[in-house]
């Protein structure tokens, strides 16, 4: 498949540039687990031939595409590793962790009922989940004292009021703007939806229509190699935002991504090709957006105090970096912060090992690669990471911040929200 404006030219020249840019050959050493072998390894072993080891080497990539970017031949590994996986029924199946992950992930009410269970999901899966298990990990992170748990999800909160629910069936035909929450800015961390709901009334006027019926963007269920899950998630999303033609913002960068990627989900249905095109035509990115809506504005942001010159890191997602090279516009709209002083990391942006259900597939795997990030991150002097990617900002939260006392990660919306006039 193309992506990227880059031609796929059909076989692999062996030339090793890949090599070069993947997390996961950084943190192994292991050629098995480059780009360069698993398209050689693709290219010798047939369909019957399949093995327990053979899955588990294609388990282990992040799909952050860097390969793919650097490719000189546009080869597309993570598409090559994401049609392995839908082709291993038993790699999808591999443990009941995924088997659960993809639940809470396909049901979003079990995701909000486990976040609301708090400290109790610990006892409730502990009895139950084996010892080794990544979800485990993930839940425990849940009831960290560091973890703050919603009453109630965000779109759940709507409904339950009936003026806000007025309200939103109001914007939903007035106004000129549709918002896709996203799992965690609707189950776990409300405030992200909150405040880009201020952001959005403070720079337009208006606040975000929020269809009710939307779900979970299926980039785990595809990365799992689940297409008939992602189809059937997707076709939830197309649907309910067809009520209106209003552009749909979003603020998770991984949700964007896969929600402008539908249509090549639909690639034999013509019909729901056409209405993923006009649905992904109508998507906005959370910096982009807002870039262009801040930088118009005189005077509605001012330094606070607990703002005032605060040193700030911008963490580059990888389907922003790679997949959609949108790198300079968080920049930009962090540059027009008042009193804030963005910094980079001495040797670049680097992965910060989450990759959707990678790191729970791989917890140890994750963490080697999250630590040649927070070596780097160790340099520096910044006391706040903004990042606007779902996956990102939980590993952050979960393991790079609190690994260093006195640092958080937040959505660049909970931030410029506190800096608003
Ligand atoms: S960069 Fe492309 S052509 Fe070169 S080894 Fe990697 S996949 Fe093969
Ligand atoms: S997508 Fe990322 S992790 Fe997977 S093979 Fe390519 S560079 Fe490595």
């Avoid at 109630?152 to 703007?177: C, N, P, R, V, W």
């Avoid at 595809?222 to 913002?249: H, T």
């Avoid at 911040?401 to 006039?421: D, M, Q, S, W, Y």
Wanted: contains cysteine; proline residues 5%.
């Amino acid at each position: 498949m193309n992506k990227g404006g880059k031609n796929d030219e059909g076989f692999c020249v062996k030339c090793g540039t890949c090599n070069t840019v993947c997390p996961v050959f950084m943190a192994t050493g292991n050629e098995i687990y480059t780009p360069r072998g698993r398209q050689h390894l693709k290219s010798r072993i047939a369909k019957g031939e399949i093995s327990k080891h053979y899955a588990e080497i294609f388990s282990k990539c992040l799909l952050c595409g860097a390969c793919h970017e650097a490719c000189p031949r546009g080869l597309d590994t993570p598409e090559l590793v994401i049609s392995v996986r839908a082709e291993l029924p038993k790699l999808s199946g591999l443990s009941f962790l995924k088997y659960v992950t993809r639940k809470a992930l396909i049901h979003p009410s079990l995701l909000s009922g486990l976040s609301r269970a708090g400290a109790a999901a610990d006892a409730l899966f502990g009895e139950w989940l084996p010892q080794d298990s990544g979800l485990r990990l993930r839940l425990q992170g849940l009831s960290k004292k560091n973890f703050k748990l919603p009453a109630s999800g965000y779109i759940e909160k709507l409904k339950a009021d009936e003026t806000t629910a007025a309200e939103q069936q109001e914007s939903m035909l007035k106004g000129d703007i549709n918002f896709y929450v996203g799992c965690l800015a609707d189950h776990l961390q409300p405030e992200i939806a909150e405040a880009t709901q201020l952001l959005l009334s403070k720079t337009t006027g208006t606040k975000a229509g929020v269809p009710f019926t939307q779900t979970c963007c299926g980039m785990a269920a595809l990365a799992a190699g689940r297409k008939d899950e992602a189809r059937e998630l997707a076709q939830i999303n197309i649907m309910a935002f067809e009520e209106n033609d209003f552009p749909i913002l979003t603020s998770c960068s991984s949700c964007y991504y896969q929600l402008r990627s539908y249509k090549e989900l639909f690639a034999e249905e013509p019909e729901w090709q056409q209405r993923a095109l006009r649905f992904s035509e109508r998507l906005q990115e959370f910096s982009t957006y807002f870039l262009d809506k801040l930088s118009a504005e005189n005077g509605l942001l001012v330094p606070d105090e607990s703002a005032f010159r605060k040193k700030v890191l911008y963490h580059d997602p990888c389907h922003l970096r790679y997949k959609l090279h949108i790198t300079e516009e968080p920049r930009e709209l962090i540059r027009l912060l008042p009193g804030i002083e963005l910094q980079e990391l001495p040797d670049g942006p680097k992965c910060c090992g989450q990759g959707g259900l990678f790191q729970m597939a791989h917890p140890d795997l994750a963490r080697e690669i999250q630590a040649r990030l927070a070596a780097d991150f160790g340099t520096l002097t910044v006391k706040t990471v903004l990042t606007a990617c779902s996956g990102c900002l939980l590993q952050w939260q979960q393991g790079l911040t609190g690994e260093n006392k006195g640092c958080r990660a937040e959505h660049p919306a909970v931030f410029i929200a506190r800096l608003l006039r």
